[in-house]
């Protein structure tokens, strides 16, 4: 079976740090990758999606994340964070399963940013 | 656009009895649609898959005859609880994967069940 691995569990920047969120899974075959973002008494919103083609996706907010298919990775970049930031983050993956596309997450990366 | 609903966001009822959630995509179709638990601190957990106008699939672990789900339409979907126990106390959240498009899900507010 598929599985998500955010290795960030629990991030604290001061506000204008770089940002950069683990996320790897297991699965070889065909994918879908996200990042989920879920602010404080919010429900889960789309950051940002890679489905084919370049590897480098842009999302919202200033987010981006780079697929590396030989790492399985899907990590989620942010060159400045602001206090706004502060979520939940979660990393999915869709997986091609007998036909259908199955979704798994990891378990979240709680951002805290320090004004 | 995409916004997915939640009925009730909270409910609270005593242990034995059955709790209904609906969860609607309320500007888009959506054949397939998602029931997840989420625990507090962590992930969220796939507790079955829905798809309109045939049976849920559940996960393993996931016990089908607790949890009923019906997806009878293109934009709602139904998580019952049934013979609700304490330990069934969660935040529930739906989400609506829609027809045509891209694979991306859209969530519902989630809907905070106690059992007492």
């Known amino acids: 079976a598929q599985s998500v691995s955010q290795h960030n569990h629990h991030v604290i920047l001061s506000e204008a740090a770089s940002l950069e969120l683990g996320c790897n899974y297991s699965y070889g075959g065909t994918v879908n990758l996200f990042w989920y973002v879920q602010y404080p008494g919010q429900h889960l919103q789309l950051l940002l999606k890679?489905?084919?083609?370049?590897?480098l996706v842009k999302g919202i907010k200033g987010f981006e994340a780079e697929f590396i298919k030989s790492k399985f990775s899907f990590n989620l970049r942010k060159p400045s964070v602001q206090w706004s930031d502060t979520a939940e983050y979660f990393c999915?993956?869709?997986?091609?399963?007998?036909?259908?596309?199955?979704?798994?997450f990891g378990r979240g990366t709680s951002l805290i940013v320090h004004p | 656009g995409a916004v997915v609903s939640q009925h009730p966001s909270r409910v609270i009822c005593k242990s034995g009895t059955s709790v209904k959630i609906e969860c609607r995509s309320l500007?888009?179709?959506?054949?397939?649609m998602f029931w997840y638990r989420q625990f507090p601190k962590k992930s969220l957990m796939l507790m079955a898959t829905s798809n309109e106008g045939s049976k849920a699939t559940y996960e393993q672990g996931v016990e089908k005859d607790k949890f009923l789900i019906n997806h009878a339409s293109l934009t709602l979907s139904t998580l019952t609880v049934t013979s609700a126990h304490p330990e069934d106390s969660s935040f529930y959240i739906c989400?609506?994967?829609?027809?045509?498009?891209?694979?991306?899900?859209?969530f519902g507010p989630g809907t905070r069940l106690t059992v007492t």
């Open positions: 500007d888009f179709q959506a054949t397939t």
């Open positions: 989400s609506a994967r829609p027809t045509s498009g891209t694979y991306e899900q859209y």
């Open positions: 890679y489905f084919s083609g370049d590897p």
């Open positions: 999915a993956v869709n997986a091609l399963v007998g036909g259908s596309y199955i979704p798994t």
